[in-house]
């Protein structure tokens, strides 16, 4: 790699550190880009060489991600009719559970550190918008027996609500654990995992 790229990367890995642990200090209303500048040890006018502000380093943080996402719903390799549904969630589930993992501090930042209250639903939107276009390629209707709204929410908010909960914890499962964990809430419904003694 290139000196200077590998010099721009590490002083990019530095804000973004900065911008995550004062985030989770005063919320990113009121940080200051100085705030980030102090603590991730460069000055103001490195910043700006990089970012416009402390929105657009925000903007372009989250938009990486959502990118990110996107891309591990087509690194599947090659995708036909007769692939199984379920072997593609598993695919999808354990390089979800991977990604997320290594973008922990942010991500939890974002949705429990007064970060940004949009960034979750975006994520949703981009999780269902995928996911149904995953379904229509393979031919796969959800059923009619509710409306499909309330399927898109309870599948996709419980795979949410479940990552969130999986990242906050303090010695969370190895991710290649909790994708079998999604995967079993996947396949059984809540009352399910009620055994009677």
Same mark, same amino acid.
């Given at each position: 790699?290139?000196?200077?790229?590998?010099?721009?990367? +590490?002083?990019?890995?530095?804000?973004?550190?900065?911008? %995550?642990?004062? !985030?989770?200090?005063?919320?990113? *209303?009121?940080?200051?880009?100085?705030?980030?500048?102090?603590?991730?040890?460069?000055?103001?006018?490195?910043?700006? !060489?990089?970012?416009?502000?402390?929105?657009?380093?925000?903007?372009?943080?989250?938009?990486?991600?959502?990118?990110?996402?996107?891309?591990?719903?087509?690194?599947?390799?090659?995708?036909?009719?007769?692939?199984?549904?379920?072997?593609?969630?598993?695919?999808?589930?354990?390089?979800?559970?991977?990604? %997320?993992?290594?973008?922990?501090?942010?991500?939890?930042?974002?949705?429990? *550190?007064? *970060?940004? @209250?949009?960034?979750?639903?975006?994520?949703?939107?981009?999780?269902?918008?995928?996911?149904?276009?995953?379904?229509?390629?393979?031919? %796969? +209707?959800?059923?009619?027996?509710? @409306?499909?709204?309330?399927?898109?929410?309870?599948?996709?908010?419980?795979?949410?609500?479940?990552?969130?909960?999986?990242?906050?914890?303090?010695?969370?499962? @190895?991710?290649?654990?909790?994708?079998? %964990?999604?995967?079993?809430?996947?396949? +059984?419904? @809540?009352?399910?995992?009620?055994?009677?003694?």
């Amino acid at each position: 790699m290139h000196q200077n790229d590998l010099r721009v990367r +590490k002083t990019r890995a530095k804000i973004k550190r900065a911008l %995550i642990e004062t !985030i989770n200090e005063k919320g990113f *209303g009121n940080l200051t880009v100085s705030d980030i500048t102090e603590r991730a040890g460069i000055n103001r006018g490195t910043f700006y !060489i990089h970012y416009k502000g402390k929105q657009d380093l925000l903007e372009q943080l989250e938009e990486a991600i959502y990118s990110d996402i996107i891309q591990l719903f087509h690194d599947n390799g090659t995708i036909s009719s007769v692939t199984s549904y379920e072997d593609l969630n598993r695919q999808f589930f354990q390089k979800f559970s991977t990604y %997320i993992y290594g973008e922990r501090d942010f991500i939890l930042a974002m949705v429990l *550190g007064n *970060g940004d @209250p949009m960034f979750y639903h975006k994520i949703k939107q981009i999780l269902t918008r995928e996911l149904l276009k995953r379904m229509e390629y393979l031919g %796969i +209707k959800m059923s009619d027996e509710i @409306p499909h709204e309330y399927i898109e929410e309870y599948a996709i908010g419980s795979m949410l609500n479940l990552s969130i909960y999986w990242l906050e914890k303090d010695n969370p499962e @190895p991710p290649n654990e909790f994708a079998k %964990i999604m995967m079993r809430t996947r396949t +059984k419904a @809540p009352l399910a995992f009620a055994v009677k003694e």
